[in-house]
């Protein structure tokens, strides 16, 4: 599965940490989903895309492999 | 399934005397023989008839010391971390996973490799090696996903300015 976040962080002026602190995880967490090494949980997902007040599909898509 | 973080710090304390004890005893330095009186559903010896479901004369090393390392090592491994959420859940339940298949195969190899009363020994680390796997293995993810996460936050700045 592949994200944007980087991207909407950056639209959004957020930091790992900012972000991270909204949907209550960890920046660990944060930078382990942009570089790929964990896909969230839907209810993760979820609260993320809310946070840049996008649907889930803008920020996460399927991949050839998933 | 969790316990609070605070209870991570005695499970240290419990379970690093007791690691050093047992080996100490496996090295064969003797430990004082000091006998407690204690219930026993079994308790056969050199030089003794067995015995069945009474109070014996146990060795209180041998009950003190796979006790309290066992503990110790229960309480790390089943203790939350600091900040908890779904990402160390799964890390945890990998590095567990990862431990037990780890203990195995070494197990394994030792039923292959190593007979008669040596075995006694393998039989005695694997009572810690399990946890202490586990305790190593989700240590060294965490350090590994840490150390990660500083490298990409400084990466991810350069690449606004």
Redesign the interface.
């Known amino acids: 599965m592949k994200n944007n976040i ?1 991207v909407q962080r ?1 639209i959004a002026d957020l930091t ?1 940490e900012g972000l991270a602190q909204k949907v ?6 944060i ?2 989903i ?2 790929g ?2 896909v ?2 839907t209810v ?1 997902a979820l609260k993320i895309a809310r946070v840049f007040e996008k649907p889930v599909e803008e920020i996460f898509a399927l991949e050839k492999g998933d | 399934m969790l316990l609070p973080h605070p209870y991570k710090m005695v499970g240290w304390v419990l379970f690093i005397p007791a690691i050093l004890a047992g080996l100490a005893f496996t090295w064969k330095l003797d430990l004082p023989l000091i006998t407690i009186p204690f219930p026993a559903i079994a308790h056969t010896d050199f030089f003794q008839d067995d015995q069945h479901w009474t109070i014996t004369k146990a060795n209180l090393f041998g009950v003190l010391i796979p006790t309290v390392g066992i503990l110790g090592g229960l309480l790390i491994t089943f203790s939350k971390e600091k900040q908890e959420d779904e990402f160390i859940d799964q890390l945890r339940l990998n590095a567990l996973q990862w431990a037990v298949l780890v203990n195995y195969l070494a197990l394994l190899l030792a039923s292959l490799l190593i007979h008669g009363m040596a075995f006694l020994d393998v039989v005695i680390y694997n009572m810690f090696t399990v946890l202490l796997i586990f305790i190593l293995r989700f240590h060294f993810m965490l350090y590994k996903t840490r150390r990660a996460s500083h490298e990409k936050q400084y990466q991810g700045t350069e690449s606004y300015s």
């Open positions: 980087k950056a790992q209550s995880v960890s920046r660990q967490t930078n382990a942009e570089s090494k964990y969230p949980s993760l």
